[in-house]
T-cell receptor
């Protein structure tokens, strides 16, 4: 119930294309769903996050879509750029940072 | 500019050695965490602290120990390193309350035990 599943494990996209990463969770007590971006040699950094009271959140080229009934959420990167090449982790938590659980990560490569 | 610092960034040591991974943050965050990260795997929480003199074990069993004597400092110690301890160790911190959902990570310490 604590697990967050993430797919695909790796993703290759052409520059300008759309990158889509999907996550699913089981624990309905989760109420905060962030995405972290990690570049090689760096720690993960918060990219964008959503709460279950909205179905979509957009920040620039990055959008989270949230489906509460299906217990799924996804990250969409529009107009993907080579600089977006990184590993992306979805996560879930409840309350104030309790039970923070990360997905296994997706390695995104954007070809120039 | 990083507000959370980890040293050493890379460490190669022999089996049986004692090592301490340092983590310091300048943000005054109450909460600090240690995660273990292996390639292609999720981050696993091994220790956390909600304040000075408060430490707890995380979800993943670890033979390491931690201490929190000062708010800004959260070192992790392995008394006798083994090859199974080879991994990347990430330190993170967050505020208390609503800000606790935003984790700030250090760049990590990559440990190799021969």
């Amino acid at each position: 119930q604590q697990q967050v599943k993430q797919s695909p494990q790796s993703l290759i996209v052409q520059k300008g294309g759309i990158s889509i990463i999907n996550c699913a969770y089981e624990n309905t007590a989760f109420d905060y769903f962030p995405w972290y971006q990690q570049f090689p040699g760096k720690g993960p950094a918060l990219l964008i996050a959503i709460r279950p009271d909205v179905s979509e959140k957009k920040e620039g080229r990055f959008t989270i879509s949230f489906n509460k009934s299906a217990k799924q959420f996804s990250l969409h990167i529009m107009d993907s750029q080579p600089g977006d090449s990184a590993t992306y982790f979805c996560a879930a938590s409840r309350g104030y940072g309790q039970n923070f659980v990360f997905g296994p990560g997706t390695r995104l490569s954007v070809l120039p | 500019e990083a507000d959370i610092y980890q040293t050493p960034r890379y460490l190669v040591i022999g089996t049986g050695k004692k090592i301490t991974l340092e983590c310091s943050q300048t943000m005054g965050h109450d909460k600090m965490y240690w995660y273990q990260q292996d390639p292609g795997m999720e981050l696993h929480l091994i220790h956390y602290s909600y304040g000075v003199n408060s430490t707890e074990k995380g979800d993943l069993s670890s033979e390491s120990t931690v201490s929190r004597i000062r708010t800004e400092h959260f070192p992790l110690t392995l008394e006798s390193a083994r090859p199974s301890h080879t991994s990347q160790y990430l330190c993170a911190s967050s505020e208390s309350g609503p800000g606790a959902n935003v984790l700030t990570f250090g760049a990590g310490s990559r440990l190799t035990v021969l």
